[in-house]
């Protein structure tokens, strides 16, 4: 069974910064891409970042691109979302994504999804 379990949200003020995290068990992480996806109070889930299995390529959405930054560790089965320079626009909902191989930046794409953690960034 595969699960994948974020942690490291919370409240954070404009400019501040926070580390999420996601951990994945029950599958052959070195074989998955990773991603991160966001969405808000009456919004579309939306794409934050991604990187691909091996070596590990990423992208990012224009929104974030400077600001944050996707890792991950296949010793440890995590990959992990540095966020900086946080914007209140950046208050949503994240979730943790896995599909095999190449990061893609549609979420139609991802095989399996986390429960998500709330990031809320005040003015």
């Known amino acids: 069974q595969v699960q994948l379990v974020e942690s490291g949200g919370g409240l954070v003020q404009t400019g501040g910064s926070l580390r999420l995290s996601c951990a994945a068990s029950g599958l052959t992480f070195s074989r998955y891409a990773l991603g991160w996806f966001r969405q808000a109070t009456g919004k579309e889930r939306e794409f934050v970042a991604a990187?691909?299995?091996?070596?590990?390529?990423?992208s990012y959405a224009d929104s974030v691109k400077g600001r944050f930054t996707i890792s991950r560790d296949n010793a440890k089965n995590t990959v992990d979302l540095q966020m900086n320079s946080l914007k209140p626009e950046d208050t949503a909902v994240y979730y943790c994504a896995a599909k095999q191989y190449y990061r893609s930046s549609r979420y139609g794409d991802y095989e399996y999804w986390g429960q998500g953690t709330q990031v809320t960034v005040s003015s």
């Open positions: 990187i691909s299995w091996n070596p590990g390529s990423t």
